[in-house]
Antibody, heavy 117, light 107 residues
Framework: QVQMVEFGGGVVQPGRSLRLSCAASGFTFSNHAMNWVRQAPGKGLEWVALISYDGSNEYYADSVKGRFTISRDNSKNTLYLQMNSLRAEDTAVYYC??????????WGQGTLVTVSS | EIVLTQSPATLSLSPGERATLSCRASQSVSSNLVWYQQKPGQAPRLLIYDASNRATGIPARFSGSGSGTDFTLTISSLEPEDFAVYYCQQRTNWPITFGQGTRLEIK
């Protein structure tokens, strides 16, 4: 069955960096665009970034553009999010989500990133 | 950026009742509108894509309608497990945006 597991969350100081990973299984990873979506505590959903199936195209929310980088390794069935210059407002649960029919049809369980001094 | 406005913010109903949730877009998104359900402590779950197509495994009591700027998610007869937060989402234009959510609570 389709499964995605995120890793790499934790507590980090403002201005520092963190890299999230999402290990995918149960489907042909290289056939699908992939996304990162986040949710601040008690708040709604915010799309963060999308990467095309082959990694040739990337799209970002304005709130993270220039600070975050989405990437993928299709040989390892893994999605990444490199987060630099972290701010308090980046504190959230980060989900990876598979792209299908212009929607996010499968989601991981999420990993919590807390930016605090 | 396309802004999605969901109403009401909170909807209080009883099991067995019909629920009608609204999502209005600040400009046309054609039929590129998606609905998700999220329960506390869980990841969102895809319900409806392309405004009216049920995702795999979604019960028939969930239906979506609309096009352009006005969309509706209808739950024909509420089951206890349907009480959750519902989000709409568009991707006609970048960036992909979500509505702020409607909380469906037990009356």
């Amino acid at each position: 069955q389709v499964q995605m597991v995120e890793f790499g969350g934790g507590v980090v100081q403002p201005g520092r960096s963190l890299r999230l990973s999402c290990a995918a299984s149960g489907f042909t990873f290289s056939n699908h665009a992939m996304n990162w979506v986040r949710q601040a505590p008690g708040k709604g959903l915010e799309w963060v970034a999308l990467i095309s199936y082959d990694g040739s195209n990337e799209y970002y929310a304005d709130s993270v553009k220039g600070r975050f980088t989405i990437s993928r390794d299709n040989s390892k069935n893994t999605l990444y999010l490199q987060m630099n210059s972290l701010r308090a407002e980046d504190t959230a649960v980060y989900y990876c989500a598979r792209d299908q029919h212009l929607s996010f049809d499968y989601w991981g369980q999420g990993t919590l990133v807390t930016v605090s001094s | 950026e396309i802004v999605l406005t969901q109403s009401p913010a909170t909807l209080s109903l009883s099991p067995g009742e019909r629920a009608t949730l609204s999502c209005r877009a600040s400009q046309s998104v054609s039929s590129n509108l998606v609905w998700y359900q999220q329960k506390p402590g869980q990841a969102p779950r895809l319900l409806i894509y392309d405004a009216s197509n049920r995702a795999t495994g979604i019960p028939a009591r969930f239906s979506g309608s609309g096009s352009g700027t006005d969309f509706t998610l209808t739950i024909s007869s509420l089951e206890p497990e349907d009480f959750a937060v519902y989000y709409c989402q568009q991707r006609t234009n970048w960036p992909i945006t979500f509505g702020q959510g409607t909380r469906l609570e037990i009356k």
